[in-house]
């Protein structure tokens, strides 16, 4: 069943997507986690290295995104329902991502309550993404997988 | 194949789908800017933003022979050029001018991702110029006409703004401190090393200038201390003494807090009809172009104007977490406003009599230009006629004006400092120009 794609090139664009894929949902985690604490503290630590958080993990999602979209629309076979349903859930959770980090940048307690939701939302349709390829058994290398 | 081409067209419409989301919010300004000036100020309901209403032209200085527009009646000089970024204006008694040549000391932390971006942006407009931390004198030439006799006077200030003369001796107010030095008449330059005579709030120094006038029997100083941050968004802790005028006792250099709850309180002086102190105060930004308007007031001692709590009296900011709705009834609401976002900095009664009639007695604000707002607002001085000491009506006339193209895209300068010279001309300190202007009255 399985076809591995054994060029060079698929090698490097593999390891460099895993290694910088779970930066981006780490990093989203954390965001919530801070705008929790910082909704119920107001200590302005929390929002303010939540706008960081929520930066970095935009950047760190660039390249792993563009790997991904490469695969999903432009392999040589056509990718599996679950992987097409990935790409999708992460895309929109990279736009509620950036809206997020646009909220952070207001002052003080502005950024309350949209930071809170925009934050579980870009979690959850990142979460629910991971989990449908876990469920499909579907690892990166097997995108190719006819 | 195709239904692969079909997902990409998906992507990129979401990806212009987003894009638009994102920049078809209208930001700009929707009430007229006359309204929002005096002692009523029109005011819309706040609203946050993804992206704060932002415009700021790109500074590209004076070219030869190139000057602010004046209304008819006055005429428009350059008495010094090639400053280092000037702030403010003091005449001495025998006629020479002082000029503060100051900028920020850039020790405010960066903290936010957001302050990356504004530090690119103001540094665009000009107005993050180096700042000499200097003090420059200005001498008119006897029958001579053109630029004045240049001194640098005082030198390896830190972040200077405030400068009066009590008697012989000159205080200077750095960001951090006022110091204290000898002068004598006609003195072209100070090498006396000076002595402190108070400390003033020195952390963070987000909003860093520290304004300062004396009181007439020149027993006092009042200092303006301006807020730490936009809207206490660096925690109330960093906010001690500030957003506050502090009194500075000049025989013994104790200070006390003469009235707070004032963002960022500049241009001080004293009215002379009323003799009351009197400030000028840039409100908060980012909750609309169309808030909250800068103003000018009297300033009562003990009185609490609104900072960081509430603008205009009783309209709360619902940005800060703790509300203090003790604190919130109690503020006062300002006198006269100026509009939103103008920015105003240099405040000067005049009294001269070179000047047509028109314009004496009232005050002349500088508004150094805003950034928060489409379109932009400001970047001109005003005339604000007052009556029985308080300003009259609800308009203010500009009176120099021409900083900016006309397009908005290139800023040539802006007005900061204000003063009078002997012969009762204005002079405007230029801080993105670099330049003094002195406005009198047309020869006939």
């Known amino acids: ?146 | 194949m195709n239904k692969n081409k079909h997902g990409l067209l998906s992507v990129l419409g979401m990806a212009v789908v987003s894009s638009l989301v994102l920049s078809a919010c209208d930001n700009g300004a929707k009430v007229d800017i006359a309204k929002q000036i005096g002692a009523n100020p029109q005011m819309p309901g706040a609203q946050n933003f993804l992206m704060p209403p932002m415009q700021v032209p790109g500074g590209v200085g004076w070219k030869d022979g190139q000057a602010p527009k004046v209304v008819s009646g006055l005429s428009i000089e350059k008495i010094a050029s090639k400053l280092l970024h000037p702030r403010q204006l003091l005449a001495l008694p025998n006629g020479d001018i002082l000029v503060v040549e100051s900028n920020g000391p850039g020790q405010e932390a960066v903290t936010t991702p957001k302050q990356l971006i504004a530090g690119v942006v103001k540094g665009r407009s000009g107005k993050g110029g180096k700042g000499g931390n200097r003090i420059t004198l200005l001498r008119k030439k006897e029958g001579a006409a053109g630029e004045w006799e240049k001194y640098v006077f005082l030198e390896n200030l830190h972040s200077p703004f405030g400068v009066q003369l009590i008697g012989d001796n000159l205080y200077v107010a750095n960001t951090g401190n006022i110091m204290k030095y000898h002068y004598n008449t006609g003195d072209t330059r100070i090498s006396d090393p000076g002595t402190e005579l108070a400390d003033l709030p020195d952390t963070v120094n987000h909003h860093w200038t520290k304004a300062m006038v004396a009181s007439a029997d020149g027993k006092k100083l009042y200092v303006g201390s301006g807020s730490n941050s936009n809207i206490a968004e660096n925690s109330m802790a960093v906010e001690y003494r500030r957003a506050a005028v502090l009194e500075v006792d000049v025989e013994s250099g104790a200070s006390r807090i003469y009235a707070s709850g004032l963002r960022n309180p500049t241009g001080l002086q004293f009215e002379p009809k009323s003799g009351k102190l009197w400030a000028i105060v840039n409100e908060r930004d980012e909750i609309g172009a169309d808030l909250v308007p800068d103003y000018m007031t009297s300033v009562q001692e003990h009185g609490f104007y609104g900072w960081p709590y509430s603008y205009y009296g009783q309209n709360v900011d619902t940005r800060i977490k703790q509300q203090r709705p003790d604190l919130v009834a109690k503020a006062i609401k300002p006198d006269f406003a100026l509009g939103s976002h103008v920015a105003a900095l240099g405040l000067w009664f005049y009294n001269g009599n070179n000047l047509p009639e028109k314009y004496r007695g009232g005050a002349f604000v500088s508004e150094h230009g805003s950034w928060d707002r489409t379109p932009l607002s400001g970047y001109q001085v005003v005339y604000v006629p007052f009556e029985n000491g308080k300003p009259t009506g609800a308009a203010v006339e500009p009176i120099v004006t021409g900083f900016h193209s006309a397009d908005e895209k290139d800023l040539y300068g802006a007005p900061v400092g204000l003063t009078q010279d002997a012969a009762g001309a204005l002079l405007i300190a230029d801080d993105v120009g670099n330049v003094i202007w002195r406005v009198s009255a047309a020869k006939q």
Request: net charge positive.
């Open chain 1, 1 to 146: 069943m399985r076809v591995e794609n054994k060029s060079s090139a698929f090698k490097l664009a593999s390891a460099v997507f895993n290694l910088l894929n779970p930066v981006p949902f780490g990093l989203f985690v954390a965001v919530m986690i801070f705008d929790f604490i910082y909704a119920s503290t107001a200590e302005v630590l929390w929002v303010k290295s939540a706008a960081w958080l929520v930066s970095l993990g935009l950047i760190f999602a660039i390249v792993p995104r563009l790997i991904n979209l490469g695969f999903v629309w432009f392999g040589k076979n056509r990718a599996a329902a679950a992987v097409k349903l990935d790409f999708w859930l992460n895309l929109i959770a990279v736009v509620t991502a950036l809206l997020n980090a646009f909220v952070h940048s207001r002052d003080s307690y502005a950024a309350i309550p949209d930071a809170l939701w925009l934050s579980v939302a870009t979690v959850v349709l990142m979460a629910i993404g991971r989990v449908v390829l876990a469920w499909q058994n579907i690892s990166f290398k097997e995108f190719g997988h006819e």
